[in-house]
């Protein structure tokens, strides 16, 4: 397990960082261990070590892997960690559940069970809005999609070695985040948002993922906010709704209803949220600024949907895991990789107890290993 007093160190951060993320006193977590006070605060500086028993112990509590507590940690998740130290001092649970979802990517890697396709590379860095409106373009191209809304988006990103989660988080005004793993990359989507704006993070997700950004800091969306955040809301709107399209349609449904109207039925095409309906049409100066703050003032109700004759249509619904994933996970378990519990937990409450298929004997591979030289048998 561990080896040295670094390692032991290492394990007492990641204990302190759990416990906190738990909300609990050194007290508390003692007590649910059955060990001292002292013990723990030895634990988490480290200055003692752990038996298998306790650690056990430990992972039980504190909701984490055992693996989380004793492995390396995942590059991105460690850079991304350390970047925003200075503000957030403890894993919130969003944190916690995306480096997990990470790590069962990542996992598969390892079993050469979740390959990527050829990656869709920008041309050159994306620094500006307007390159990122290129990018976005060109990746509509690439994927066939010219002027038509963009549906299954997460199988889209999957496509591009994105694999994008939809978790409904206990935190409402989350939105998502993203890890780089490998050549690949992890997305979570908080499904407990309304769909325009599971899509449009999605999106905003798959532009870090496409532009080689590690990671995505924060977990909150904003579409006001500068630089590079801004570039990258940029290739999210764009895929979305491309600005050309955006005036065709607009011209076309604007010349047969109100501007109100017009947007609910736009955005409902597009699979587009209020406010980013709302910016993206003035953005694109078709709607002046006050027009902008009345309409978004004025959020479509449920009767305008009907009077309209249209329904929104929903996307990302949670729980969701990405189909590729899914496979992996299924293979890993057909061939003895991992348990059913394992399994389980790694497709996320997607399917139900007893529905995994039966495994017939261990693997091939397993039993020529078993009997080759120098294996004593």
Known sequence: MLRNRTDWKEL?????????ASHLSQRDLATKIGIDRTALTKIESGKRGLDALELAKLAEVLKRPIDWFVSQPIQAAAGRRDARRKEVIDDSPADIALEELARDVELLQTFDLLRVDALFKPRGKVKTVEDAEATAKAFRKQVGITKGPVWELHLLAESAGLHAFSIDLDDENLDGSYLAVGN??????????PTGRRRFTLAHELGHHLFQDPYSDEWVVDLSVGSREKVVNAFAIHLLLPGQVAKERWTKLEG???????AILLAVEFGLSWSAICAHLYNLDMIDRQVQKRLYSEPPRRYDYLELGVSVREDLLPPSVPPRFAQAVVKAYKGHKISDARAMEMLRGTIEAGDLPERVGPPLEALQADFEPGSGR
Request: glycine share 16%; charged share 25%.
């Open 12 to 20: 007492g951060e990641r204990v302190a960082r759990a416990r906190n």
């Open 184 to 193: 690949g990359g992890v997305a979570m989507i908080n499904g407990r948002a």
């Open 256 to 262: 047969n209803q109100a501007s109100r109207k017009a």
